[in-house]
């Protein structure tokens, strides 16, 4: 997986979960939260303890990007959608790790493959701690057999605990 750039869209508890493994296999991780705004916000300094580029604003967190995982609150996908399209890298992967409704799903999917880009839902079957990026996951959508050998190369190269 060693040259792809990913950005986190969230960094609340998901993305601090997989930003460690995903920084130790990938060539690029940035992360982007409305929150970061804030300097002292819990998840502008927990970017600084995960040494992960906080962007300054969502264009230079998904500008060039070959992943987004998006990581937001349930509330905010299809804002989280619209928000990176203008600056998604054609055909990029948006990785959607939420739990909301098919219809806000179906929707975000919308927005994101009409810009080119490539939408992919996930369920989380398990907590994200402590396996991280190992966390078994249920993938849809109509690129998701596409997505999965990233899925894969993302799972196999995790670090051993500790490392």
Sequence with gaps: MTGLSICLLGFGEVGQALCDDLRASVGRVSAWDLKFLDSASEPSRAAARHEVLAAS??????????????????????????????????????????????????????????????????????????????????????????FLPLARASRAQKPSPGS
């Design 57 to 146: 604003d969502v264009k230079h967190a998904v500008e060039g990007v070959d992943l987004v995982i998006s990581a937001v609150t349930a509330a905010q996908i299809g804002e989280a959608a619209r928000s990176v399209v203008p600056h998604l890298k054609g055909e990029a992967y948006f990785f959607d790790l939420n739990s909301t409704s098919p219809a806000a799903k179906c929707a975000a999917a919308s927005i994101v493959d009409s810009a080119g880009g490539r939408f992919v839902e996930a369920a989380i079957m398990s907590p994200i701690s402590p396996r991280r990026v190992a966390s078994p996951m249920l993938l849809g959508g109509e690129h998701a057999a596409a």
